[in-house]
């Protein structure tokens, strides 16, 4: 869960670029660009854009195109090579 974004009104773009900064943080757990493995943390990080995906949506502040590609962009980590487990 992201606390620090439950109930906070924000714009489409904002939504846009802080999903893209937990897609690049995923993607250097997963050990892409010259990022150190950690399978743990990119499965956070697939967790939590996700969740920022589904809120920016479901909260109607991110719709039509902008929704298609924030939910896009959430689809793309289970494309990404790295262990996924649950306890």
């Not at 620090?4 to 924000?10: H, Q, S, V, Y």
Request: aromatic letters at 6%.
């Amino acid at each position: 869960m992201i606390p620090d974004l439950i109930g906070e009104k924000r714009t489409a773009d904002e939504w846009l670029a802080i999903a893209q900064a937990e897609y690049a943080a995923c993607c250097e757990a997963a050990g892409l660009n010259g990022g150190r493995y950690d399978a743990e943390m990119a499965h956070g990080h697939e967790d939590d854009l996700r969740e920022i995906a589904l809120r920016a949506i479901a909260s109607g502040d991110v719709a039509g195109p902008q929704a298609a590609a924030l939910a896009k962009l959430a689809l793309e980590t289970g494309t990404l090579e790295f262990e996924r487990w649950c306890a």
